[in-house]
C-alpha cells in the first residue's frame, strides 16, 4: 500500500543505511533491498515473532539485511546499536495490523472468523484483549472503545459487554463480534459494526498510539540530517498524531520568532516533503484494504 510512492520519498541512496520499523512479511524490505546497491543496508523491525520467522526463512541469504524482533518504539536504541555508526538516510512505518495477523484466525484480530480473543501484536507479552475485557469497568470500556474506535454507540456495546461476561467469560472473537452486532444497529455502508469495537481493543491491548510517539521520536534522534521519515498511516487517530508530531517538529515556536539568533536546540528538527498521499485508483481496485491509507514524509534539517 503505496509502497511505491513512499520509496519514491525516501530519496533513496544506493549504498544507504535505512530501516524498515515495521517488517510484517518483508514487502518494503525486499524493495529497499531491491533499489540498494552492494553497500547498502536495511535494519528491520518488528514485534511479532511470526513475522520475524517469516523473515528469516524469505531472506535467510541476504547478508544485506538485520532482522530484529523488537517494536520500534526502542528505534532511537536499536539504530545506534546496529548501524555500526553508518548514518540512517530514512526509516519507513507502514503501521496497523498486518495481512497475515488479520487472516489468521488463532491471533484473534479479526470479527470475521472465530478465534482465540488476543489481539497482541507480540503474544510473549502483554495481556490478551480478553483478560482486559474480564476485569475492566463498564466505564472504562467505555472509554478505550470510544476514544480509540470513535464509536458513537460506544456505552451501548460496554453495556453490552459487561452483561454478557456476567453470564459466560467472553474468550472467542466470534463472541465478541456477536455482542457488538446485536448492540449496534446502524453502522457505515460496507463496514462491519464490530468494526471499530475491534480497532479499539487491538490499539489499546499492544498500546498503538504510545508506541507510535515512541518510535517517532525515535526515528527523528536515530536519522542523519538530510534523512526522511516516511509514515503510512490507516486510521484519523494514527494520521492525526503523524500531522501534529510533523507539524510540531518542523516550526519554530512563535515566541522565538522576533530572536537574532535562535538556539540550535530549539530550531525546528524537520521540514514537510509534499503533501500527504493517498493510493491511486489502479491500486484500489488492486488492495481495497488501501482505501483509507495515507502517507506522510518529512526531512531532518541539519
Not at 491471533?107 to 507479552?125: I, Q, V
Not at 515512541?214 to 487517530?237: E, N, Y
Request: charged share 25%; proline share 7%; with cysteine.
Amino acid at each position: 500500500m503505496l509502497a511505491e510512492e513512499a520509496l519514491a520519498a525516501l530519496a533513496l541512496e544506493a549504498d544507504g543505511y535505512y530501516v524498515d520499523a515495521t517488517f510484517g512479511r518483508g514487502g518494503h524490505t525486499a524493495l529497499l533491498l531491491q533499489a540498494l546497491g552492494r553497500e547498502g543496508r536495511v535494519l528491520a523491525l518488528d514485534r511479532d515473532p511470526e513475522a520475524i520467522e517469516a523473515g528469516q526463512a524469505r531472506f535467510a541469504a541476504e547478508e544485506r539485511l538485520r532482522l530484529v524482533h523488537a517494536p520500534f518504539a526502542e528505534l532511537g536504541t536499536l539504530v545506534p546499536a546496529h548501524s555500526h555508526g553508518r548514518p540512517c538516510r530514512g526509516v519507513l512505518f507502514d503501521l496497523g495490523v498486518s495481512s497475515p495477523q488479520l487472516d489468521e484466525p488463532a491471533r484473534g484480530f479479526s470479527f470475521r472468523s472465530d478465534g482465540p480473543l488476543d489481539m497482541r501484536m507480540d503474544p510473549t507479552s502483554g495481556e490478551p484483549a480478553s483478560v482486559w475485557l474480564a476485569r475492566a469497568s463498564l466505564d472504562e470500556i467505555r472509554e478505550v472503545i470510544a476514544a480509540y474506535g470513535e464509536e458513537r454507540f460506544a456505552r451501548r456495546v460496554a453495556q453490552a459487554i459487561v452483561d454478557a461476561r456476567e453470564r459466560e467469560p467472553l474468550t472467542r472473537t466470534g463472541q465478541l463480534a456477536q455482542i457488538v452486532s446485536r448492540a449496534v444497529k446502524t453502522r457505515e455502508p460496507g463496514k462491519h459494526p464490530a468494526t471499530r469495537t475491534f480497532q479499539a481493543l487491538r490499539m489499546l491491548v499492544n498500546d498503538e498510539l504510545g508506541q507510535l510517539e515512541k518510535g517517532l521520536c525515535g526515528a527523528l534522534f536515530a536519522l542523519a540530517p538530510g534523512g526522511r521519515l516516511a509514515l503510512i498511516s490507516f486510521h484519523s487517530l494514527e494520521d492525526r498524531l503523524v500531522k501534529r508530531f510533523m507539524q510540531r517538529e518542523s516550526r519554530l515556536d512563535p515566541e522565538l520568532a522576533s530572536l537574532p539568533v535562535v538556539p540550535s536546540a530549539l530550531a525546528p528538527r524537520l521540514k514537510l516533503v509534499g503533501r500527504k498521499l493517498r493510493p491511486n485508483p489502479a491500486e484500489l481496485a488492486r488492495n481495497p484494504r488501501a482505501r483509507s491509507a495515507l502517507l506522510r514524509v518529512a526531512e531532518k534539517i541539519a
